[in-house]
């Protein structure tokens, strides 16, 4: 059974920071994109960053560059996002996602975890 679970979320003040985690199981992530995605209150999910399978290219949404950092570690098929200064807007439940080479959309989904960021 294919499954990625995300933790390392919670509640942070704003300006503070917060590492969440993936880890997969079920088939091999080594070759796979992976990404963050995030739904805040109300609003649709957004893309927030995303890693090739080689950590050679990575992307980030505009509203988090500079404050978040995604990276891989495929010996533990994990994928990690680093955040930092942390802001309000920010809170939301945040999924990880597995994209697979030649895949066009990401078709594994986590169940994701929530980052409520306080004033």
């Known amino acids: 059974q294919v499954q990625l679970v995300e933790s390392g979320g919670g509640l942070v003040q704003a300006g503070g920071s917060l590492r969440l985690s993936c880890a997969a199981s079920?088939?091999?992530?080594?070759?796979?994109?992976m990404g963050w995605f995030r739904r805040a209150p109300g609003k649709e999910r957004e893309f927030v960053a995303s890693?090739?399978?080689?950590?050679?290219?990575?992307n980030y949404a505009d509203s988090v560059k500079r404050r978040f950092t995604i990276s891989r570690d495929n010996a533990k098929n994990a994928v990690y996002l680093q955040m930092n200064s942390l802001k309000p807007e920010d809170t939301a439940v945040y999924y990880c996602?597995?994209?697979?080479?030649?895949?066009?959309?990401?078709?594994?989904w986590g169940q994701g975890t929530q980052v409520t960021v306080s004033s």
């Open positions: 996602a597995a994209r697979r080479l030649a895949v066009s959309s990401y078709d594994y």
């Open positions: 079920g088939r091999a992530f080594s070759r796979d994109t």
């Open positions: 890693i090739s399978w080689s950590g050679g290219n990575i």
